[in-house]
């Protein structure tokens, strides 16, 4: 088993299997617990204030190991993408392998992170909903890629940050400080590994990240949001980008089974909601298609009561996309019609999309060659009968 990754019973219940005695347990946890988690150890012989037998016989059933980085790309701008491949599940298996981005600021490090394998969402404007869902990503999986930043970017005690690009630095400042459930997958039909990832980064005795650090994007699974507020009490972002079901319908499928009249009641209820801890609306500006004063109007007629900022997000490009991006002058006249309506309304800033690293253009490199081998064998059968 691997414990790098593990939450706290399963923790001690493997010291229970190698016959710890009951009353020693919650010691030898606080132990473990400090060395993965704080101080990210990868092997128990670096554990010191540890018994050598105990570290021997953990060593013999378990590992200490991280997802495997199969590839690494760093974007002009200092973004990192990684391709993860996750340790085999059965004999079979060769191994599941999502994609996990980070973007640097001079003041922090956001990691975004991706809870399933592929996506079944299919949103139109997205790369990773051209992908099929494979699966659901552990908890030790979700928790793996975080470990994996931290120690790429020397984040552990006595690591070194890498010199190839930007990384925060300075007293009290941490290379990854925030956490967004923004990559592949849609993390409440991952709930529970969701919720279980996110005690695990929150614990004070480890990993210690703030949940107001934490936020938790979802197209809109309305019965879970309610769960997400009351279990987990992260901040929520809600992928919205239309205004109206029609044209929803068409961007979010989603919508088709939770329409925006739901979705607009559950975010009213969300627990702990405030104007010190508003929701996050983002809206993908599509040329066209979302981008008209009328449609910025209509927004904030949709959001009125809800405490609430808009994140306006430039459509990143894919190959063969439908869509193209709204133009600078229109993004700004949309914003500025937000704004003077009350409601922040920030344009985020392209992050990484030289290495398609961007928002909604995570794909797994796997997938894209196993497209492209597929499309050869097509092309070559079809030469092959002419």
Not at 70 to 93: C, F, I
Not at 158 to 173: H, I, K, M, Q, W
Not at 253 to 263: A, D, F, S, T, V
Request: proline letters at 6%; a neutral charge.
């Amino acid at each position: 088993m691997r414990l790098a990754g593990a939450g706290r019973s399963a923790i001690v219940q493997a010291l229970a299997d190698l016959g710890v005695p009951e009353g020693e347990r919650k010691m030898r946890l606080a132990q473990l617990w400090h060395w993965i988690y704080h101080r990210g150890a990868r092997e128990f012989s670096a554990m010191r204030n540890i018994a050598r037998p105990l570290l021997a016989a953990l060593a013999e059933r378990h590992d200490l190991g991280r997802p495997e980085i199969v590839a690494e790309q760093v974007s002009e701008d200092g973004t990192r993408k990684w391709l993860l491949r996750m340790p085999p599940a059965h004999p079979h298996d060769k191994g599941a392998e999502i994609e996990c981005v980070y973007i640097p600021e001079s003041d922090r490090g956001t990691l975004c992170v991706s809870s399933q394998v592929g996506c079944t969402l299919n949103c139109t404007f997205c790369h990773t909903g051209t992908m099929p869902l494979v699966r659901n990503l552990t908890t030790a999986e979700i928790v793996g890629q975080v470990l994996v930043a931290r120690d790429r970017l020397g984040d552990f005690p006595g690591g070194t940050a890498p010199t190839d690009g930007l990384v925060p630095s300075g007293e009290g400042v941490r290379a990854v400080s925030n956490i967004v459930f923004m990559g592949m997958g849609e993390p409440l039909y991952n709930f529970d590994a969701v919720r279980d990832a996110i005690a695990i980064l929150t614990d004070g005795d480890g990993l210690s990240l703030s949940r107001r650090r934490i936020t938790v994007s979802t197209s809109g699974v309305v019965p879970e949001m309610s769960r997400l507020g009351a279990e987990c009490a992260t901040m929520l972002a809600v992928s919205l980008h239309a205004t109206n079901n029609p044209l929803r319908d068409k961007l979010v499928p989603l919508n088709r089974k939770y329409p925006i009249e739901q979705l607009m009641q559950a975010c009213r209820d969300y627990p702990g909601a405030s104007n010190a801890r508003r929701i996050t609306f983002e809206y993908v500006m599509l040329k066209g298609v979302n981008d008209s004063p009328a449609e910025a109007r209509a927004l904030v007629r949709l959001l009125k009561g809800v405490p609430a900022k808009i994140n306006l997000i430039p459509f990143n490009p894919w190959p063969n996309s439908p869509y193209a991006c709204s133009d600078w002058e229109t993004i700004e006249r949309f914003s500025e019609i937000v704004f003077n309506a009350g409601y922040a309304s920030p344009v985020r800033t392209p992050r990484g999309r030289d290495i398609l690293a961007a928002c909604g253009q995570l794909k797994s490199e796997s997938e894209k060659l196993r497209a492209r081998a597929r499309l050869m064998l097509e092309e070559s059968l079809v030469v092959g009968q002419e």
